[in-house]
DNA sequence: CATTTAGTTCAATAATTTTTGAACTAAATG
DNA sequence: CATTTAGTTCAAAAATTATTGAACTAAATG
């Protein structure tokens, strides 16, 4: 079982690899997902990983910072503890959407910059507005998700293989 | 201008760098934006980009496998054109919510494998299936863009103002 | 069939990113 | 106020990733 923690620590960075943040990074969030308490010390964190302090300090300070985990002081303990944050749900999707946007802009920027008008100029036009519009979707779509959170959450309970691959 | 068309490339490849692709797939995306053929060779892009051929060839394949650029052959002549790609403009946001997807099995997973009946773990259920219910969703936002493409093209080019940055 | 053209492959190199580890700050404790 | 504890910083090392360049395939041309 704890072999299989570690198995799963060790997924965890490689697909935090693929979502372009760092394997340690990964490790640590897949650590506190897994680990057997509330919340860990630095210390728990770095043992766990076989890292340095240096590279806890890095990746810790990674992981609060994009509100992937959060720090959690407790009185009369110098320690800082940490744990994974149950805030802001939809923020990691809006965040990577919002690189979409930047996408628009430089696709629409392309446009005004070449020295021809013709079919790909109108496919530039339409691909920067789909990446505009997708963006301003989105905003609603996670309204709805706020508001309907309960509901369709029971739903995919419900019918649970029809989505896990 | 041929300056200008030069920091637009470049400035291509840093913007893909940060999408998780290559800055030189990025510059030579950008180059086949503003460039002022329709198509143009692998010569061309490789003079145009200053790189080596092996560089380039593994590039454009990139490109193409990524459905961001296609190949045009011609009847007689044995070089590879390359233009834009003008189809499937929701793949690119549809593989990266598939990364999602990915996340999301990888926290109900986590879920099943930790040892606690707390909070985290409902948070982890609610996390999972926010991940699923919007990559569910994303194909009827795409349908929806396909069938009001030329109503929310219009939209948004009346009120340009509002969406730039 | 030798040569040129078009592009691929891949080992070596260059560039970048991550991780370590040692020296440091800053707060608490004896 | 010396020592311990907690964590930070940053230069150097390790690991990873991208790019080059040379040798190669495969098709076309003379």
Known sequence: MEN????????????????????????????????????????????????????ISGTMKQLVQTGMAEAVSLPGDRKTYYRISKIKIGDMIRQRISQFIELADTLQKGDDLKNREDETSGWLTEASTFYYWIGDQLDGIIKTWENEKQKIIQQYHANKKEHST
């Open 4 to 55: 299989e923690k570690q198995m799963y620590i060790e997924e965890c960075g490689l697909l935090f690899e693929k979502l372009g943040l760092t394997r340690m990074a990964g490790r640590a969030f897949g650590y506190l997902v897994v680990c057997d308490e509330d919340h860990v010390s630095f210390k728990q964190i770095q043992e766990a990983l076989k890292a340095s302090k240096g590279s």
